[in-house]
């Protein structure tokens, strides 16, 4: 059964961590959106691993990785990440397919992002200044550049006037400091020759694998309340990293999509700008920002936190249709006496169980809480069976499952791959012995 691992928050979730739990029991990894924002931290016996645009499973040597035609790709910040990865033992070789449908993020992309953040004033998004954005307005406006365009490296050819075009474009936007079409061409022709290896059919690719038995993870980037669709929109990312856009971002047909895993932080964080009603303020929002060390793993950034927000994680449940949670950080509570659960909103003097699809709505939200008691003298650091848990611990975990109407499958409680609880009978749990089995 193929699983999808899709965040529940604004990203930042620890779905690097659980993908990497994961992927010793799949064949192949796959990502279906976004591109270098994601900052994925694995850390594995002591050394840590920061991806952003490999999937997570390229850590595993028995494990193929794919980049979806839904991903935008960087190509500087692909070599970038490939030498990082060859720097600390880990080759890529031939377990990488990259569809040649994926658009290419250009000097240009990133340029133009700049300018209408700062156009935008007060009003900015706080993105990644990845080029993000621009890159996928240049793929809806029909005038994008894919991978498979780079090999026409012709002087006159298609990708030649497509360049020349689109800098034409940018130009205008951007006066002053122009920018070189004919640079650009050379060094598009220059990437080819170093990506051609990793350039293919992804959907053929991923069909005849599963129609073989083979397992795929797909593995989803940012996370649900930054879904250009279901997110705080416009405070969103330009793709869909909901479990919807997985069949347009790879090529495969919805059935391939055996189950759904939610992934949630014990609290809440988020980077960049946008409604927030759980944040916190002050010295409770130093501790969970230190104590989780909540900086941006591509941007540096210090990330806003708050408590959990049960309202958004229900949306979350539904939207994906989740079949299970997965629920990371929870040591970063641990020495707490109290711990605030967000289960309504109160908006305009009503309280609302949903939340609301207006990000003008919610940005008129007030949390109400439940307060749960905290865990101050048993920490659950390193903890890795359900049953040593603090008592708290379990009934705050049991509050968010029942507040989604999803039910637990793995529990995170600390950045090291150990450093996790499997339910026993949960999705994973079972999922992993059925691996097992068919493998045996
Ligand atoms: P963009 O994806 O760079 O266009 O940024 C749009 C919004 O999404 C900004 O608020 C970013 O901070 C946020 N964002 C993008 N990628 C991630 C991520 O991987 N984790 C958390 N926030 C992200």
Not at 305 to 332: E, I, M, P, S
Not at 401 to 412: H, M, T
């Amino acid at each position: 059964m193929n699983l999808a691992v899709i965040g529940a928050q604004w990203g930042d979730e620890g779905k690097g961590k659980i993908v990497d739990l994961l992927a010793p029991f799949v064949s192949i990894v796959a990502r279906y959106q976004g591109g270098h924002n994601a900052g994925h931290t694995v850390s594995v016996g002591g050394a840590q691993f920061v991806l952003h645009l490999l999937p997570s499973g390229i850590l595993h040597s028995s494990v193929h990785c794919v980049i979806g035609n839904g991903v935008v790709v960087d190509p500087e910040a692909l070599f970038e990440e490939i030498r990082m990865l060859a720097s600390k033992g880990i080759e890529v070789g031939d377990r990488l397919l990259i569809s040649e449908k994926a658009h290419v993020i250009l000097p240009y992309h990133r340029e133009l992002e700049m300018h209408a953040e700062e156009r935008r004033g007060s009003r900015r998004i706080g993105t990644t200044a990845r080029g993000i954005g621009p890159c996928y307005e240049d793929k809806a406006g029909r005038r994008g550049i894919r991978i498979g365009d780079l090999r026409d490296t012709s002087d006159d050819g298609l990708l030649a006037d497509a360049i020349r075009e689109n800098v034409l474009l940018r130009n205008q936007v951007i006066r002053g400091a122009e920018t070189d079409w004919r640079a650009l061409h050379t060094e598009l022709c220059a990437s080819w020759v170093r990506l051609e290896r990793w350039v293919g059919d992804a959907s053929l690719f991923l069909t005849n694998a599963i129609r073989k038995g083979q397992c795929v993870l797909f593995e989803g980037a940012q996370g649900t309340l930054l879904d250009i669709d279901h997110g705080t929109y416009p405070f969103v990312s330009s793709s869909n990293g909901t479990v919807g856009g997985i069949c347009a971002g790879l090529g495969v047909g919805p059935r391939s999509i055996g189950a759904v895993l939610g992934i949630t932080k014990a609290y809440t964080t988020r980077v960049g700008e946008g409604p927030f009603p759980t944040e916190v303020r002050g010295e409770l929002e130093e501790m969970l920002r230190e104590k989780g060390r909540e900086y941006g793993a591509s941007t540096g950034r210090p990330r806003r936190c708050g408590w959990y927000d049960a309202v958004a994680a229900r949306c979350a449940a539904r939207v994906n249709g989740f079949d299970a949670l997965a629920v990371t950080k929870l040591d970063v509570l641990d020495g707490l006496d109290e711990i605030p659960l967000c289960c309504a909103y109160r908006h305009e003097g009503r309280e609302l169980t949903e939340f609301p699809s207006r990000t003008a709505a919610l940005a008129r939200c007030e949390p109400v809480y439940e307060v749960l008691p905290g865990w101050p003298r048993n920490p659950t650091a390193g903890i890795r069976r359900y049953e040593d848990l603090p008592a708290e611990a379990k009934t705050y975990l049991q509050r968010i499952g029942e507040v989604a109407g999803v039910p637990i499958a793995l529990v995170s409680t600390g950045s090291d791959r150990a450093d996790t609880i499997l339910v026993a009978g949960g999705l994973i749990d079972q999922w992993q012995k059925k691996r097992a089995v068919t493998a045996s």
